[in-house]
Nanobody, 116 residues
Framework: VQLQASGGGLVQAGGSLRLSCAAS????????MGWFRQAPGKEREFVAS????????EYADSVKGRFTISRNNAENMMTLQMNSVNPEDTAVYYC??????????WGRGTQVTVSS
């Protein structure tokens, strides 16, 4: 199983960034998926999740209204559109696949840095 997150980089506050997660080695459409992030010195935290069909999404309060999670099961791809970013969004972002009640497959992460 491989989950490859990409699209991170340096962006100014108020700007936008689009992260992608390419999945391979698993039946992608059978897994709910999620994005998590970990800032320096902080614990990893939940950002957003999407169910298998892509019709139910959940967001952390801190990103609600600014970030949008989506998936394309035909292409084994998940995305996170990040708008109106702020320095508090600076973190390494990880994509993960959920089985049952646990996220069991994790990608390596992509760095997002927001400058003020």
């Amino acid at each position: 199983v491989q989950l490859q997150a990409s699209g991170g980089g340096l962006v100014q506050a108020g700007g936008s960034l689009r992260l992608s997660c390419a999945a391979s080695g698993l039946p992608f459409r059978n897994y709910p998926m999620g994005w998590f992030r970990q800032a320096p010195g902080k614990e990893r935290e939940f950002v957003a999740s999407i169910n298998k069909s892509g019709y139910r999404m959940e967001y952390a309060d801190s990103v609600k209204g600014r970030f949008t999670i989506s998936r394309n099961n035909a292409e084994n791809m998940m995305t996170l559109q990040m708008n109106s970013v702020n320095p508090e969004d600076t973190a390494v972002y990880y994509c993960a696949a959920k089985w049952g009640y646990e996220y069991i497959h994790w990608g390596r992460g992509t760095q997002v840095t927001v400058s003020s």
